[in-house]
Structures are given as C-alpha cells and as structure tokens.
C-alpha cells in the first residue's frame, strides 16, 4: 500500500504569507506575528520532511520573521525620530500589501489573458491572399517571394528581353553648329559693334540650338578673357563688349 501526500505549492514566501493569513482570516494591519513565524517553520519542515529542496528566499524570509518575533519580544521598542514606537511588522505589512496588489493584477490579466486564447482569429490573411491571386501570378506575390521565385523572374524577363521585335532605336542628329563657329561668329560681330547685347544673337536666328551652342560661345570667350558681359535691362538679357583687339592666334 502506498501513500501519496500533496502539499500546496507558492511561487514565493509572500505567497505562503497571503495564503494563512486568508485561510486563518487574520488582520493583515495586526499579524499575530508568533503564529505567522510558528505556520512558516511548519511548512518548510514538511518540505524538508519530503526532500524537498527549499529555496533560500523561503528560509530568508524565515529568518525575517524570526527577527521581527525577536524584536516584539523586548522590553525596549524602537522610537521613530517623533518619538513614536516602531512596529517591527511594519515594513513586513507594506510588502504584503504591495504583493496583494500586483497578483490581484496579475490575476485579471490572466483571466483576460484565458479569454483572448478562447477565441479565433478572423481569418488567415495570407492563405486568402493565395485564394485571390491568379495562378499566372503567384511569382509576383511578395509574401511568397524567396531566392529561387526570384530567379525564375530574372530568367523570365531575359528570354522576354532576347526574344523582343521592337529593339530600340537611337538617332543621332548632327547639329549645323559647333562651339568654334559660333565663337567665331561672336567676335566677327563684336569687331562691328564692340557692345552687343544678347537679344540681338537671339534675333539673328531664334532657333534653340543656335542660341545654346552661342551662349556656350560666349562662355569660353569670356574664360579667355577676349570680351565681358554685363547686365542689361529685363530678367534674361545681358551685353556682350570685346575687351581688346583680338589676335588670330586666340581664336
């Protein structure tokens, strides 16, 4: 014949604590302190009775409660700095008060915690996704994306590439103006005018490209210091002077 004895089992000595002060309904503010200290030892006792390994946290706290009984024992209590007696149990209550507190809050959160788990989810994104995206287009999903779908994109998109009709096409227009002509032309109208204003290289011919290879002209003479340019009237308008008499070997 065998026996089995089972003992309740706390996560910590406040919890042992908490559990004989609301099994011998006692006043938590008045801890009969003797009786406390007497229920503890018990306890331990039977877990070491059982083999079994008690945590030092148990036996420290035993020891606090031994303390406490020892300090309500003498004849001298302690004063405060206003003169009033000390309770040895005090700071003992204010810790079990604090832990009353939080597994009051613990044990809300895992009721709530017991619902949440109770109940499903609406529906699984990803395997409706799969449901809504079309079988040609299932290497394009990203949720399923990996090295090898990847692959196989790259090497879709080269055969598409090597087997297209329509190959691109450049065409190369050669412009009827270059930088030197039109530098050339600049000065031959300075040696007729030395005080030109830009406009007047629009009006000659107001084509886009002119103007453009013009001013890029009128840029590398005045970097060769051969004219200067000051502002004129309006926004888009400046003059363009000769500085000196140009020589050929400039040009």
Same mark, same amino acid.
Do not use: C
């Given at each position: ?42 306890? #331990?006792?039977? =877990?070491?009775? %059982? $083999?079994? /390994?008690?945590? +030092?946290? *148990? ?46 809050? #613990?044990?809300? =959160?895992?009721? %709530? $915690?017991? /619902?949440?788990? +109770?109940? *499903? ?131």
């Amino acid at each position: 014949m065998s026996f089995e004895i089972k003992l309740p089992l706390f996560e910590g000595p406040f919890d042992l604590m908490l559990f004989f002060i609301e099994r011998d309904e006692l006043d938590i503010y008045d801890i009969p302190i003797s009786k406390i200290t007497r229920d503890f030892l018990d306890y #331990i006792h039977q =877990l070491e009775k %059982m $083999e079994i /390994e008690v945590a +030092s946290e *148990f036996i420290l706290f035993a020891a606090t409660l031994m303390k406490i009984k020892s300090k309500m024992l003498l004849p001298r209590p302690e004063l405060n700095a206003e003169g009033e007696e000390i309770d040895p149990r005090e700071e003992l209550i204010r810790h079990l008060l604090e832990y009353k507190k939080y597994k009051s809050v #613990i044990g809300e =959160l895992a009721a %709530m $915690e017991g /619902e949440r788990m +109770s109940k *499903f989810s609406r529906g699984n994104v990803l395997a409706e996704l799969k449901q809504l995206t079309p079988s040609d287009q299932v290497d394009a999903e990203l949720q399923d994306l990996d090295l090898y779908r990847l692959l196989t994109v790259y090497q879709k998109v080269l055969t598409k590439y090597a087997h297209r009709s329509d190959e691109t096409k450049h065409t190369v227009i050669q412009y009827p103006y270059t930088i030197e002509q039109q530098k050339t032309l600049v000065l031959d109208r300075l040696n007729e005018k030395p005080r030109i204003p830009f406009s007047d290289f629009i009006l000659l011919k107001p084509d886009k490209i002119f103007v453009i290879y013009t001013f890029l002209a009128i840029l590398e003479l005045l970097q060769l210091a051969l004219v200067t340019i000051k502002l004129g009237e309006g926004f888009n308008n400046f003059w363009v002077e000769k500085l000196d008499a140009i020589p050929v070997e400039n040009l």
